[in-house]
């Protein structure tokens, strides 16, 4: 299954409900979520719609990055890591607040993030995202730069769930 499936509309805000129901989805959500069902076509759709706008924000974020380093490398300044609040971009959904007055976002936030922990939690959830739209190469892609990323990757079971599960679709499975 490709993002090009989903419907060729620009990514807008989500709202509250949508946002609380992506950020409840998991790699444990796999095999009891059916996406392919027609009661779950909503669902999917935004399931399509997150992804599409994750990696439109993943490839905006290095393209900038590729531009900044070769300035900096000009300059000959130092790179000091950038803190930003998590998701606060036009392509990435905003926190929202609904009618309980209850932050709802799809990455998990302490405060604030480095732009790398976001891209660590981005890989995640893109991995949880395309598994259970049982993308399993893309599902392995993203998850495989989770593990790159993220020292304490052992500690994030849905992460190690869903990587089995992807590791048990390629038949790599040793005992």
Partial sequence: MNVEESKDEAPSAFTGEELE???ELDSTS?????LNKPEESKKKSLVF???????KYLQKEFQNKENDSSVL???NSENTPEKSSAMCTEDVPHEE?????????????TEEL???EIYVQIFRKLGHFHLLL????????AYQMYLQLNDDHWKDMPFMYGLGIVYFHYNEHFW
Wanted: charged fraction near 30%.
């Fill in 21 to 23: 129901m992506l950020s």
């Fill in 30 to 34: 796999f095999g009891f979520l059916k």
């Fill in 49 to 55: 719609k997150i992804i599409k706008c994750l990696e």
């Fill in 73 to 75: 490398n000009k300059n």
């Fill in 97 to 109: 607040s609904n009618s309980s007055d209850k932050t709802i976002t799809i990455l998990p936030t």
């Fill in 114 to 116: 480095t732009k790398e």
């Fill in 134 to 141: 049982e993308d399993y190469v893309k599902a392995l892609s």
